[in-house]
């Protein structure tokens, strides 16, 4: 056996070299290291261990080692010894098996216990364990990061296993629920028309972090921020998640289709003091996160527990790293950052003006022209929606979610958040002076209803939680329609279908990026669930056979985001998408009467019209919520001369004449629509210009 040599402290983490790997890892106040090899990741004793020496393998805080022979696959972990003491913020633990902070694979034991990890003595049998992989070896046959513009995106969030776990998935029994199974159902995803899939958390995560009987779902409790989670491959060797993540990746950039990773870098599946010894806590507890007064606790702004260190220049050095590698060696095209006001928190928890790790984000180079989205409040208070530094940070919009669900709720003073939010929200982004697709607009995310809830449940029903019903949010401003729950109520299962598409037609028409939840477009239903991150389900799968049942909400999908994005094949000369018409024309308001909008508290109504007559191109939307049909003045469009709308969308209409194709909507006769309670209307106009006139 070649014996061991000094090594490098740079790159961190595992590297292939020639000849073997160079091995780094950061501890500052380690009294000594291990490198231990196992051979398979359920043996319960290393097949080899290598003591890091402090004098000759260690430099600065860097502990170091090269290892001749040891090529991918290689299965290893750390055993770091040092002081105990919580009170002083170290929790050193020489019996536990830690994993590689910057590790880019990892295996789980058929065993693993988090309960182990936890207790006291040797976890080797059941502890998580990283892998040695190179990167270069991969084949990317040309693909690269597509950079679609975020003027013509529509996001699709969405969970790896839930998307094809169900068994009426079509996906081979090997397949669901993985990388491998998404990319069968890529086909359906390209004809619904959506631009990006915006994954949960596909780190590697702790699924035991959950109620006892339950399992952790989501995916929000990180424990490697380098390597995909091991159980969405439906290959059983150490290297497979990662080459199976690159096809998945390459596959979806073939389709047109990008690809958002919802990354968790706020806090990890350690939790808090009482919780398991699984790599950052073992390494150096007081590096990597925030501590309260006493050391012996943990900040909790992120409500699970524990809070990264973010702004510390170790761990904010480890999360930009993680992004460049996800960009340069996995190929994604963006990131969604869950809770991302944590991040502007410094070592004490206050809020910094000008966050350093942020920064680091923002002006990367590497990430340069990456999508970087911030989920922009934290988990005790922080809300910063409308303020988020930088310039290059989308937002989710939990404004737009807020208001459009209290307007089609007939909230009293919801109509003038309306119109801002249709618009992009210059009300909360306009001070930036940024383009509208600053606002990423949703009405549900994984986080509350679905949409189909949204309009079935007027309380949470989260009794299978185990926490007697007190999780998740309270504050889903939804209505059942008449009847809680399922229904075989014929008007209520009509108002239902009539404000999903409502609020659908909200989303993809609003200025900004739309985003829709998995199975939305099928009336996906949660029973009412509205924090489902503990059940791995028929609750949280999307279920296949909704495709038929809500056949006519799926085509109201595709429609549109065929008419958001695409070209008008009508008049192709113009390249003009619908979303295009709203970014350059001219508009204006009105009520049921033109030019005399209602903005009352009490109003319930509203209707705007966008116009272009250069381009002979004009829309006009009416938007009623109240409970009773109104009629809506239409307004001219040819100069000064009353000229035919066409009616492109009346979502009060039964399937097909709910939305139908641009070439083929009918005129609509005479100077007045009635709009029935409860819907939304779009109509368009195309009147011929004289360019066009002298054309023909």
């Not at 080692?65 to 170290?90: K, L, T």
């Not at 050391?295 to 220049?313: E, V």
């Not at 999508?371 to 937002?395: M, N, P």
């Not at 669930?529 to 503990?534: L, P, T, V």
Request: glycine share 8%; hydrophobic share 35%.
């Amino acid at each position: 056996m070649i014996p061991v040599q000094t090594g490098r402290s740079s790159p961190l983490g595992a590297t292939i070299a020639d000849g073997g790997v160079n091995f780094s890892v950061f501890s500052r106040n380690a009294r000594g290291v291990e490198l231990l090899f196992f051979d398979r990741k359920d043996d319960a004793k290393p097949a080899r261990v290598i003591p890091i020496d402090p004098l000759t393998n260690r430099t600065y805080h860097y502990w170091h080692a090269f290892v001749p022979g040891v090529g991918p696959g290689q299965i290893y972990g750390y055993r770091v010894d040092g002081p105990f003491d919580p009170a002083g913020g170290m929790r050193f633990d020489p019996f536990k098996v830690l994993l590689d902070p910057y590790g880019r694979g990892v295996v789980v034991p058929k065993n693993y216990s988090r309960q182990a990890a936890r207790a006291e003595g040797d976890n080797a049998a059941t502890a998580m364990k990283s892998v040695v992989v190179d990167p270069g070896t991969y084949d990317w046959e040309g693909d690269m990061p597509l950079k679609r513009l975020s003027a013509r995106t529509i996001i699709y969030e969405m969970h790896v296993r839930g998307f094809t776990r169900h068994p009426n998935s079509g996906v081979p029994a090997k397949t669901r629920g993985t990388f491998a199974g998404l990319v069968e159902k890529i086909p359906y995803l390209q004809q619904l028309g959506i631009t990006a899939v915006e994954l949960l958390p596909v780190f590697q995560f702790d699924a035991q972090h959950a109620p006892p009987g339950l399992i952790n779902y989501w995916g929000y409790q990180p424990v490697s921020f380098f390597a995909p989670h091991q159980a969405y491959s439906s290959r059983q060797d150490p290297l497979g998640p990662v080459n199976e993540f690159r096809d998945m990746v390459k596959a979806l950039h073939r389709a047109g289709i990008e690809v958002i990773l919802d990354v968790v870098f706020n806090h990890t599946a350690e939790s808090d003091h009482t919780g398991p010894t699984l790599s950052f806590r073992g390494l150096d507890n007081s590096t990597y996160y925030i501590l309260e007064e006493d050391r012996s606790r943990y900040a909790n702004y992120s409500g699970c527990g524990n809070t990264l260190n973010a702004n510390h220049s170790i761990v904010r050095r480890m999360i930009v790293d993680s992004l460049r590698y996800w960009v340069e060696q996995m190929h994604v095209d963006g990131f969604r950052f869950d809770l991302a006001s944590i991040l502007a928190r410094d070592a004490s928890g206050h809020v910094m003006s000008n966050p350093p790790v942020l920064w680091d984000i923002e002006s990367d180079p590497t990430l340069a022209g990456t999508k970087i989205i911030a989920e922009a409040w934290d988990a005790a208070g922080l809300y910063q929606v409308g303020s988020f530094i930088g310039d290059s940070w989308r937002e989710w919009n939990g404004r737009f979610r807020d208001d459009i669900r209290g307007f089609f709720r007939c909230d009293r003073g919801s109509v003038t958040r309306l119109a801002d939010r249709l618009l992009g929200s210059p009300e909360v982004y306009g001070h930036k002076q940024r383009e509208p697709e600053q606002s990423v607009n949703f009405v549900t995310c994984h986080d509350g209803f679905t949409l189909n809830d949204l309009v079935s449940y007027s309380r949470k029903h989260n009794e299978a939680n185990g926490e007697n019903n007190r999780d998740g949010g309270d504050d889903d401003r939804s209505c059942n329609c008449g009847i809680e729950g399922p229904t075989e109520d014929p008007a209520v299962q009509r108002l239902r279908n009539r404000q999903v598409k409502n609020l659908l037609t909200v989303t993809m028409l609003s200025l900004g990026v739309p985003m829709i939840l998995m199975g939305d477009e099928v009336r996906r239903t949660q029973r009412g669930n509205n924090n489902a991150y503990c059940h791995d389900d028929e609750t949280s799968w999307f279920d296949w056979s909704l495709l038929n049942a809500h056949a006519d909400v799926h085509r109201f999908v595709q429609l549109l985001a065929a008419r958001r994005l695409l070209r008008d094949t009508q008049h192709e000369h113009r390249r003009l998408s619908l979303n295009e018409l709203l970014h350059q024309a001219k508009g204006g308001w009105h009520g049921v009467r033109l030019g005399q909008p209602d903005w009352g508290d009490c109003s319930h109504s509203l209707a705007f019209h966008a116009e272009m007559p250069a381009e002979g191109l004009f829309l006009y939307m009416i938007l009623n919520a109240y409970w009773e049909p109104l009629d809506f003045e239409l307004p001219p469009v040819d100069n000064g001369e009353r000229h035919p709308w066409c009616r492109w969308i009346d979502t009060a209409l039964d399937s097909p004449h709910d939305i139908v194709g641009w070439r083929s909507s009918p005129p609509v006769p005479g100077y007045i629509y009635r709009a029935e309670a409860r819907s939304v209307v779009v109509l368009f106009a195309h009147v011929v210009t004289r360019t066009e006139a002298s054309d023909s």
